[in-house]
């Protein structure tokens, strides 16, 4: 389970090697409105243009974006396009280059013409010369990129078929990955997988899944079986297939596939997406998230991504407000009072295949155990409802004096916490009626409960949910703040 903000803070203390095609991109923005007279040709009136580190160096900078460290091994060409790129890579804080020069081609170079009032690319324009290393140069790469590992808590190798990527380079990287004990991710392009045995992870495309597996890859049933057999076909621990605007599939040795929607957004540019992704997998991984966890903080970040124009990266605060959508908006925003706004809230995330999570309480006083159960529980979801006991529920439960805040005033506390997406007053003792109002896909209580006596367990198993119990923080009651309390003023 992924406690979201230890996590995403974590991340500033890792490092991540990123090993493969670096690029220079540039984007020249501007408005179309007429068509040339000397030929059948749109005409750009240029406004602006932009430059970016591309390939594996987005991937690095992606990684650097996101507050962890980036180690960037690749190589450059002896020409404009490579020192150009050697600067902006000198600007980037978090990247630290480790570039082989390759005298014999030029540096990879892509430029996009955009038109900017449609976010529509016009023209690519290409320079690059696609060949493998020469073997003094993937011997130069090679050394390097080993001596870097050792500084890393993470792999990504991003391939973009330019070269760089050798049979050679591949597989002596992730066998001393394998052998350290550090994760790897491939963002590949060969379409023999079984290259990349032994990784942890590659993040094949439909397109690049279809290519591999050699047929059509026509539903949902299609993708995760061909996803089945390249992860053993490969011998990888997994494969993420990234599906554009239809979310991603993971398959996993030993474990049920997981598909996960993409976050609905305006969607304005896709270049870069898939840098974005092995980036976000790779830090998270680094930090020792489990897949699933780092799958739906790449998607988040991802949907960020595609938002906006050019080779875009993805800030830290841009992926926590993304995971957590609730910390945008105001409390008042997130408690419901009637049945029918609780439904139309549920209805437009169920729409989405978002996972929805449950967990419920009095949260009289709130202290650190509350505030735990509450975030671990929005980690095992996408969204968290809270069910929060009515002033007249609490008094049967807890006895007179209890609560000691009002419903009112304890929602609204509730509601301010970004781990909370809805909260929903209940009168009853228990909140069954409320969870089989809401159906979750998970229901949440603390460890100090068993499976067997958490209410509604029945109900959510037999809708296809499951039970997660939440170790709770040690020392930490309102009944003994209570105490305490009353003590003290004794004294």
């Not at 160096?57 to 050697?86: F, P, S």
Request: net charge negative; charged share 25%.
């Amino acid at each position: 389970m992924l406690d979201f903000e230890n996590e995403l803070s974590g991340l500033k203390h890792q490092t991540v090697l990123c090993v493969g095609d670096i690029m220079l991109d540039e984007f020249v923005y501007g408005e179309v409105a007429r068509i040339s007279p000397e030929a059948p040709a749109p005409v750009i009136a240029v406004k602006r243009s932009e430059i970016a580190v591309g390939g594996a160096g987005n991937v690095a900078r992606n990684i650097a974006a996101i507050g962890a460290r980036c180690i960037l091994v690749g190589t450059v060409g002896d020409d404009e396009a490579g020192r150009t790129l050697r600067a902006a890579l000198s600007a980037e804080k978090g990247i630290e280059p480790s570039l082989v020069l390759d005298v014999s081609r030029p540096t990879t170079r892509k430029v996009r013409f955009v038109s900017e009032q449609h976010s529509t690319h016009l023209l690519r324009a290409d320079w690059e010369q696609a060949k493998a290393l020469d073997d003094l140069r993937e011997q130069a790469l090679i050394e390097q990129a080993l001596a870097a590992l050792s500084k890393a808590g993470a792999l990504v190798l991003s391939d973009y078929a330019k070269g760089v990527l050798t049979p050679r380079v591949i597989r002596t990287l992730l066998d001393a990955a394998g052998k350290a004990g550090k994760p790897s991710v491939v963002d590949p392009k060969i379409s023999d997988f079984s290259v990349y045995r032994g990784a942890t992870v590659v993040t094949p495309n439909k397109k690049e899944l279809s290519d591999a597996v050699w047929r059509k890859l026509l539903d949902a049933s299609d993708i995760v079986d061909a996803a089945q057999e390249l992860r053993a076909l490969a011998g990888t621990q997994a494969v993420l297939a990234t599906l554009g605007e239809d979310g991603m599939t993971l398959v996993s040795e030993g474990a049920e596939p997981i598909h996960i929607p993409a976050h609905p957004v305006r969607m304005r540019d896709v270049s870069g997406a898939g840098d974005t992704v092995v980036a976000v997998m790779a830090a998270m991984l680094a930090a020792k998230a489990g897949l699933e966890p780092a799958m739906r903080v790449a998607n988040a970040a991802a949907a960020v991504a595609v938002s906006k124009l050019g080779t875009a990266t993805v800030s830290l605060d841009e992926l926590r407000h993304s995971i957590l959508p609730a910390a945008t908006l105001a409390p008042e925003d997130k408690i419901v009072s009637d049945a029918a706004q609780l439904e139309e809230r549920l209805a437009g995330w169920r729409k989405r295949g978002l996972r929805i999570g449950f967990t419920n309480g009095c949260f009289d006083l709130l202290h650190p155990g509350h505030v735990k159960l509450l975030r671990e529980a929005r980690a095992a979801c996408d969204r968290l409802v809270v069910g929060l006991n009515s002033d007249a529920s609490v008094v049967r439960l807890k006895g007179e004096g209890r609560p000691l805040q009002p419903q009112q005033a304890r929602s609204d506390v509730i509601a301010a916490l970004e781990a909370v997406d809805l909260v929903v007053i209940f009168d009853e003792d228990t909140p069954l009626k409320l969870i089989e109002r809401v159906i979750p896909n998970v229901l949440v209580k603390g460890a100090d409960y068993k499976r067997e006596t958490v209410v509604g367990h029945e109900f959510v198993e037999a809708h296809g949910g499951e039970v997660v119990l939440v170790q709770l923080a040690a020392g930490h009651s309102t009944t003994d703040i209570v105490k305490r309390s009353k003590t003290a003023l004794q004294r």
